[in-house]
Nanobody
């Protein structure tokens, strides 16, 4: 199994930045596509960003140009750099790993392993 641990969340003022990290266990990290999802109170879990094994990236439209997903396979870590944060970005953020060999990066069912989440709160 793969264990994922997120860190880097916190409280930030609108317009500020945060960098989330997700550290993965195991020696097969490079064989997984990695995704970031978020979930605000009363809302369903929402796709934010994903990165393939080869480094291809895709994003939720509302975060394009502000968020960047990256991975460091040597460190078994995936990152989400979040700039120009807005109050509507407030949510619990979760990383996920999946053996995805298609373009199905947007659905929670495509992922096999999930982290515990880290809270991001953006004040006005």
């Amino acid at each position: 199994q793969v264990q994922l641990v997120e860190s880097g969340g916190g409280l930030v003022q609108a317009g500020g930045s945060l960098r989330l990290s997700c550290a993965a266990s195991g020696r097969t990290f490079s064989s997984y596509a990695m995704g970031w999802f978020r979930q605000a109170p009363g809302k369903e879990r929402e796709f934010v960003a994903a990165i393939s094994r080869s480094g291809g990236r895709t994003y939720l439209d509302s975060v394009k140009g502000r968020f960047t997903i990256s991975r460091d396979n040597a460190k078994n870590t995936v990152y989400l750099q979040m700039n120009s944060l807005k109050p509507e970005d407030t949510a619990g953020y979760y990383c996920a790993a999946g053996r995805i060999y298609s373009d199905s990066y947007y659905h929670t069912s495509s992922y096999d392993y999930w982290g515990q989440g880290t809270q991001v709160t953006v004040s006005p």
